[in-house]
């Protein structure tokens, strides 16, 4: 069953970006995907509320795509949920207007992998900190993934690490357009990367 995919881009300073606009402009090449460049379509945060509910409408695969800034989104994706998300559209009384899509996040994070985890640098695993985004999916009855991450953004350029995960990321956004994503099964992952990787996903894809 093909799905239409919506990918909300926020990055308040692309001329830097090493990895997220590269993802970006993969994005943009795969057939069923929707790109919205929110800083680019709304620099001075005036969010059109219809359009992107429309948005949200028409679109089964909604992925926020962003850098991790203090352990959180950049502010247009917030500002972006406090006005688009009201109250009896997509939760609330008769606020169904989400309900049984899919949300996840493709994030990148200058610190390691090993550096999120409990005895970490950081304190607490990517999961913990994306709560809230997971917390907002479960309240308007989205069905939430893990992260499609990249850790160590800083060094990925120097250590050819991102056409890999380019290629990976033109894969899994394929597979939503198809349909061939496994919820249950991807949703038991720590990261789509390693569902990607998994070979049950292999023998799903080549069904």
């Known amino acids: 069953m093909t799905q239409k995919v919506l990918v909300l881009f926020a990055h308040p300073s692309q001329h830097r970006s090493e990895v997220n606009k590269p993802l970006f402009d993969v994005a943009k090449q795969v057939e069923g995907v929707t790109t919205v460049d929110l800083y680019a379509e709304y620099p001075t945060f005036n969010i059109n509320i219809d359009r992107e509910q429309q948005r949200l409408l028409d679109h089964d695969v909604i992925i926020f795509q962003f850098p991790l800034y203090w352990y959180s989104t950049p502010a247009i994706l917030k500002e972006w949920q406090?006005?688009?998300?009201?109250?009896?559209?997509?939760?609330?009384?008769?606020?169904?207007?989400?309900?049984?899509?899919?949300?996840?996040?493709?994030?990148?994070?200058?610190?390691?992998?090993?550096?999120?985890?409990?005895?970490?640098?950081?304190?607490?695993?990517?999961?913990?900190?994306?709560?809230?985004?997971?917390?907002?999916?479960?309240?308007?009855?989205?069905?939430?993934?893990?992260?499609?991450?990249?850790?160590?953004?800083?060094?990925?350029?120097?250590?050819?690490?991102?056409?890999?995960?380019?290629?990976?990321?033109?894969?899994?956004?394929?597979?939503?357009?198809?349909?061939?994503?496994?919820?249950?099964?991807?949703?038991?992952?720590?990261?789509?990367?390693h569902y990607l990787g998994d070979d049950q996903f292999k023998m799903e894809a080549a069904k």
């Open 82 to 193: 406090d006005l688009v998300l009201e109250y009896t559209f997509a939760y609330g009384t008769d606020g169904n207007a989400l309900v049984d899509k899919t949300f996840f996040c493709s994030l990148t994070a200058g610190g390691k992998a090993e550096a999120y985890r409990a005895e970490g640098y950081n304190h607490f695993t990517i999961r913990q900190l994306l709560y809230p985004l997971e917390q907002m999916a479960s309240l308007t009855g989205m069905y939430y993934l893990p992260p499609f991450g990249l850790f160590g953004s800083r060094t990925a350029l120097e250590e050819k690490r991102i056409d890999v995960h380019l290629a990976e990321w033109r894969t899994l956004l394929q597979r939503c357009v198809t349909g061939d994503i496994n919820r249950e099964h991807a949703a038991q992952f720590d990261k789509l990367n």
